[in-house]
């Protein structure tokens, strides 16, 4: 089965900073994988997603992710925190079968951005 | 706003109930799912409805159902609830299909706040 980890369910960064969330899978094929983002009480937006193309994944708000399978990783970066950025973010691995796609998600990873 | 649409927004009722959540998905969408977010369990794949019929079942109770009708709403019943049951309950719609791209991205509602009391 197609699964992810999150690292840290809490990350604090100052403004500025790079932000680094950390998502590893694991998979027995080649995985479609997703990062989301969940700002409160609000729902789910698509930041990214890896689908086999590119392994440098370019997203919305300045985000990005490697896809690297040698470490079975999909780490989203930003260079450069803003406030704005702070909300909870989530991988995710589509779990492909029988002709349905729903999403396999991480725990989760909850960004506080420190002025 | 993602053009999926979620009613109601908060629902409050008590234990031994029964609740209808409703979806309405982007226009043109055919496949709907239902997730569930709990503290407990995170965020959960429950059921997958395309052009009506059933296509996939998660991790969803037998006190769970669903439906997707003809104009492509969908609905969540829960009943005999419990406070376990209180959640954040989404619906995302996409455009999968047969001969589509099969990794559409899913487009996901505000979500439905249950609240079991």
């Known amino acids: 089965a197609q699964s992810v980890t999150q690292l840290g369910s809490h990350v604090s960064v100052s403004e500025g900073a790079l932000v680094l969330l950390r998502c590893n899978y694991s998979s027995s094929v080649p995985p479609y994988l997703f990062w989301y983002v969940q700002y409160p009480n609000q729902g789910l937006q698509l930041l990214l997603k890896y689908t086999s193309a590119a392994t440098l994944v370019k997203g919305i708000n300045g985000f990005e992710a490697e896809f690297k399978k040698s470490e079975t990783s999909f780490h989203l970066t930003k260079p450069s925190a803003h406030m704005s950025d702070a909300a909870e973010y989530f991988c995710?691995?589509?779990?492909?079968?029988?002709?349905?796609?729903?999403?396999?998600f991480g725990k989760g990873t909850k960004l506080s951005v420190i002025p | 706003d993602s053009g999926v649409t979620q009613t109601p927004k908060h629902l409050i009722t008590a234990t031994g109930q029964r609740v209808t959540l409703r979806c309405s998905p982007r226009s043109g969408d055919l496949s709907v799912y239902w997730y569930q977010q709990s503290l407990d369990q995170g965020l959960q794949f429950l059921i997958q409805?395309?052009?009506?019929?059933?296509?996939a079942k998660g991790n969803i109770l037998e006190r769970f159902s669903a439906q997707q009708f003809p104009d492509l709403h969908s609905e969540l019943n829960l009943s005999s609830l419990e406070l376990g049951d209180s959640a954040l309950y989404f619906c995302a719609s996409s455009g999968y299909g047969p001969g589509q791209d099969h990794y559409n991205e899913q487009f996901f509602g505000p979500g439905t706040r249950l609240t079991v009391l």
């Open positions: 995710a691995v589509i779990l492909s079968g029988a002709g349905s796609y729903q999403l396999t």
């Open positions: 409805y395309y052009n009506g019929e059933e296509r």
